[in-house]
């Protein structure tokens, strides 16, 4: 699970996270997660734009991981629906390596801040209490925590207890 605060820019095929082809993306006027093949699975991107939203995506690695997804905009638990092809991808995602704001795409022209990845799904409860403060860097599950105010000029810390430091690139 992700969970972050947006502001998307507009344009299409840009990528708010990236687990490796697995993402949240924008195309074909929807936004949600795509598993490489821009079988987007989501929401219109049309009321996300210019605005800060605050977003939750639980990821599912393995087949048919639509069934499993959800995409929480602002707390609000969305209904998703296919923007583009159905993936027929069979594909496990999950290989440690993840993007915020890049990857195979970039987020030009957006904003993302606060973002936390988190082992396991998050509760309602849970999810719009982030909406209004930010993790302390110590929860269970947490596995990283990054608010983008202590950043070197290539070190993107990581402020939970795990210490998982990224490379940023702008």
């Given at each position: 699970?992700v969970?972050?605060?947006?502001k998307?820019?507009g ?7 990236d ?11 929807g ?44 707390g ?41 990845i ?13 909406m ?7 929860e ?17 810390y ?13």
């Amino acid at each position: 699970t992700v969970s972050f605060w947006m502001k998307w820019g507009g344009g299409e095929q840009r990528v708010a996270f990236d687990f490796n082809y697995y993402n949240l993306y924008f195309y074909n006027g929807g936004f949600g997660f795509n598993t490489g093949s821009s079988d987007v699975y989501g929401i219109s991107s049309a009321p996300l734009l210019n605005q800060w939203h605050h977003v939750t995506a639980v990821f599912y690695s393995g087949v048919n991981s639509h069934s499993y997804e959800k995409l929480y905009i602002d707390g609000v638990e969305q209904s998703l629906s296919h923007f583009n092809s159905v993936s027929n991808s069979t594909t496990n995602f999950n290989n440690g390596n993840f993007y915020i704001a890049g990857g195979f795409k970039s987020f030009e022209g957006g904003k993302i801040d606060e973002f936390s990845i988190w082992n396991g799904q998050l509760s309602v409860a849970e999810i719009q209490s982030l909406m209004n403060c930010s993790p302390s860097g110590d929860e269970p599950n947490l596995v990283g925590y990054y608010d983008f105010e202590n950043m070197s000029s290539s070190v993107c810390y990581d402020q939970s207890v795990n210490q998982n430091h990224g490379t940023y690139d702008n």
